[in-house]
C-alpha cells in the first residue's frame, strides 16, 4: 500500500506557473512499481487525468488544454512526482489530486485503475 500527500497548490494569477509535489510513503521498492498520475476536479465535474508517470520512463500527457503546458516528473530516490503547470489559465482552477496504481508500464489516463489516492491540493488561478 502506498500513501499520497500532495502540497504546493495556492492562489496563482493567470499566465504564472506553480509547482505541485506528490510525496509517497512507501518502501522505495514498491514506489519503484508504482504509476503515479494526476487528477483534477472541479465542482460539479468529473474527475479528470491530467498526467501519468510510470516507473519504467514513460509518461503520458492528457490531450486536452494542458498539453505543452503542463510536465510532469518524477524522483524515484525521493518517492516524489512533480505536475509543472505553466502559463496557467482560470480554466486550471481546480482541486489536483495524485494517484498511484501498482504497475510499472503502463501510464493509464483511467481512473478506474487507480486505488490510491491523495487528499488533494486547491489550485486557483486568478485574472
Known amino acids: 500500500q502506498v500513501q499520497l500527500v500532495e502540497s504546493g497548490g495556492g492562489l496563482a494569477q493567470a499566465g504564472h506557473s506553480l509547482i505541485l509535489s506528490c510525496s509517497c510513503v512507501?518502501?522505495?521498492?514498491?514506489?519503484?512499481?508504482?504509476?503515479v498520475a494526476w487528477f483534477r476536479q472541479t465542482p460539479g465535474k468529473q474527475r479528470e487525468f491530467v498526467a501519468a508517470?510510470?516507473?519504467?520512463?514513460?509518461?503520458?500527457i492528457s490531450e486536452n488544454s494542458v498539453r505543452g503546458r503542463f510536465f510532469i516528473s518524477r524522483d524515484n530516490d525521493k518517492k516524489m512526482v512533480y505536475l509543472e503547470m505553466n502559463q496557467l489559465r482560470l480554466e486550471d482552477t481546480a482541486v489536483y489530486y495524485c494517484?498511484?496504481?501498482?504497475?510499472?508500464?503502463?501510464?493509464?489516463?483511467?481512473?478506474?485503475?487507480?486505488?490510491?489516492w491523495g487528499q488533494g491540493t486547491q489550485v486557483t488561478v486568478s485574472s
Open positions: 512507501a518502501s522505495k521498492l514498491a514506489f519503484s512499481r508504482y504509476t
Open positions: 494517484a498511484a496504481r501498482d504497475d510499472w508500464f503502463e501510464p493509464t489516463a483511467s481512473i478506474d485503475r487507480y486505488p490510491y
Open positions: 508517470f510510470t516507473s519504467s520512463g514513460r509518461t503520458t
